[in-house]
């Protein structure tokens, strides 16, 4: 019985199994079509969205499809590259396969040809590709095969990042586009010749402005910019890594000593040959993003001398490198590198604020981002302006304790066990002594005093 229902179990199972590799084939078709409409959603975004510069572009691009600005980036950028083989561009290679084609007869000479045939197609097709990906030009791709674009005017295009720059070339194919369709329903005549020159003009503009463009720009720009992007993308980079990077035409023109010494030019910071740079997102909002930091590894506080303090720490190369562009992009507080740490680790690097101009300024423009230490804000800002104009009211000794008692209270509330006894603060009553803030005197004595000379005139 046994061995007359085995071949029925063996069909059952090759059945399930069947099933099984049909619904998988289902499921990978129906990611692949998802896929596919995605890429086509993206695309259209792409081609309806206006003409701005390419920053821009990148950040609408992030947001609309819910992406890091990294991601869209990497998206966004095609990086083209020349095609070469033994350091012949495809051009110069077929040139000579034709050249050579000369010498053959028979079979060998159809062979070539088709050879030829073959790397002119791949040739067509990848220069079709390859402006399919510059998307802000892909639309206008029926003008712009007209204007002869060899493969370095495409990667050349691919460099233009500038919104006045991207809509003066698109103003001009457009013109020569629209003087062609006038042109197609017309014989050979005054008109028909007209709008001819019309179009020699637009076309001769359109290589005007990729050549200025680049003259402009030149290959020592084309570096720097690909210094940046790459410090921004890979943080921790060598000049050497970063030339190994560069495109081969632009690989043989720098070396690595050279690249070093553009990427200090370049405002980009070194540590021990590793490059760091800010992004630029987070320089756009600095504010925004020092007082995280302060939330997270900074402090706010005030010593035993009522003397305010900020502060932001970090560990390590990458730390340093991080304070030396907040300190670059903040303009103002002190540096302390390479100090050594309690446990003896790795080295510690601090950005102190100490003054009270650099502490006012600093902790104004972060307490709308502060989340956890907007109250140790309000403190030190309270005290500064204290310090700074109002020493002999009769309230400021009792004040300025008051505040170092409320400093040391927000600072160590989550301390379990600290005890704060020794600077004689009660946990339970301490947070009254928030209604003791002289904010508000204080704005009434300065506006006296600002009124006190108007009325002096009346008088």
Request: charged residues 35%; glycine residues 4%.
């Amino acid at each position: 019985m046994v061995i007359e229902n085995q071949p029925d179990k063996l069909d059952s199972d090759k059945l399930d199994e069947l099933a099984d590799d049909a619904k998988e084939i289902e499921e990978m078709e129906e990611a692949q079509r998802q896929k596919i409409n995605d890429m086509q959603a993206r695309k259209s975004w792409l081609e309806d969205h206006r003409i701005s510069s390419h920053f821009e572009v990148e950040k609408n691009y992030a947001e609309k499809h819910r992406i890091s600005l990294t991601d869209a980036k990497k998206m966004l950028n095609p990086n083209l590259k020349k095609y070469e083989v033994e350091n012949k561009d495809i051009p110069k290679l077929i040139k000579e396969l034709k050249k050579h084609r000369r010498t053959l007869k028979g079979e060998k000479k159809e062979l070539v040809t088709k050879s030829i045939d073959n790397l002119i197609n791949s040739y067509s097709e990848h220069l079709s590709k390859s402006i399919d990906s510059i998307y802000w030009i892909s639309k206008y791709k029926s003008p712009l095969n007209d204007m002869t674009c060899n493969e370095s005017d495409i990667i050349k295009l691919s460099y233009i990042h500038e919104e006045d720059v991207r809509r003066s070339a698109i103003d001009e194919l457009c013109k020569y586009w629209e003087a062609k369709l006038d042109r197609n329903d017309l014989s050979y005549g005054s008109e028909y010749s007209k709008l001819s020159k019309e179009m020699k003009s637009s076309k001769r503009s359109f290589k005007g402005i990729l050549k200025k463009y680049m003259t402009n720009t030149g290959n020592k720009e084309i570096i720097k910019h690909h210094i940046l992007k790459t410090v921004c993308e890979e943080p921790g980079i060598s000049s050497r890594q970063i030339h190994e990077r560069l495109p081969k035409n632009l690989f043989n023109k720098t070396t690595p000593s050279i690249i070093s010494k553009m990427a200090i030019g370049n405002n980009i910071t070194s540590v021990d040959g590793s490059f760091y740079k800010f992004d630029d997102d987070i320089k756009k909002d600095i504010y925004a993003y020092t007082a995280a930091f302060i939330d997270s590894d900074g402090y706010i506080t005030m010593d035993k001398k009522f003397n305010p303090r900020v502060g932001l720490v970090a560990t390590g190369d990458r730390g340093k490198a991080f304070m030396i562009e907040m300190h670059k992009s903040l303009g103002c507080g002190r540096l302390h590198l390479d100090q050594k740490s309690p446990q003896d680790t790795r080295p510690v690097n601090r950005l102190n604020f100490y003054s009270g101009n650099d502490v006012t300024e600093l902790l104004t423009k972060c307490r709308p981002f502060l989340k956890m230490k907007k109250k140790n804000a309000d403190i030190l800002l309270e005290l500064v302006r204290m310090k700074k104009s109002h020493k002999k009211e009769e309230w400021y000794t009792a004040r300025k304790e008051e505040l170092f008692k409320l400093m040391k209270f927000e600072n160590h509330k989550d301390h379990v066990g600290y005890d704060f006894t020794q600077y004689d603060i009660n946990v339970d009553t301490v947070e009254k002594l928030y209604g003791n803030c002289k904010m508000n005197e204080m704005d009434k004595i300065e506006g006296v005093i600002k009124r006190q000379p108007l009325e002096e005139i009346e008088e």
